[in-house]
């Protein structure tokens, strides 16, 4: 198994993406936005992250984050990922004005009974894609300037 795209330090900043399944374009609608800036806030409230920095995109998120003292970053990411995962579905699936309802249900639907580990709907994509930032290359503002430009 590689390592290359793992937490192994959580005293370190990590740039890390993590996209929808399917790349749907969930977060060109506000409520689904909002859920996902909810979700971070609480994990910066309760759960130990540290956000530096952070684009959400269409359909996938970039951030800029490390964690405080006690606090594993694969956890943090496990609990955001699940929780707004959860809440985004439950969302989608008692709208009433989601014009694209029945079909991202079909492809979250699809996407969960192809994983072994959900029973039902998958949403997001299960990699995290972390990068360590290293104080010395000068890597923190190099990704701050790439989210900063990414949306453009």
């Not at 795209?5 to 929808?20: G, L, M, N, Q």
């Not at 439950?90 to 192809?114: C, D, H, N, P, V």
């Not at 894609?129 to 000068?138: E, G, K, R, T």
């Amino acid at each position: 198994m590689s390592t290359k795209y793992k937490f192994h330090d959580s005293t370190e900043i990590y740039f890390v993406s993590f996209a929808v399944v399917g790349w749907i374009d969930v977060f060109t609608r506000a409520v689904y936005r909002d859920i996902l800036l909810e979700s971070l806030s609480y994990c910066r409230k309760e759960k130990g992250l540290k956000l530096h920095a952070w684009v959400i995109m269409s359909n996938h998120v970039h951030l800029i984050i490390s964690s405080k003292e006690g606090y594993l970053l694969p956890n943090i990411m496990h609990d955001l990922k699940k929780y707004s995962a959860f809440r985004i579905l439950k969302e989608i699936k008692e709208s009433m004005t989601e014009s694209r309802k029945e079909w991202m249900l079909y492809l979250f639907s699809k996407a969960g009974q192809q994983n072994g580990n959900n029973k039902n709907f998958h949403f997001w994509r299960q990699d995290n894609h972390p990068i360590a930032l290293d104080p010395h290359l000068n890597m923190f503002d190099e990704r701050i300037n790439y989210l900063h430009n990414n949306p453009s």
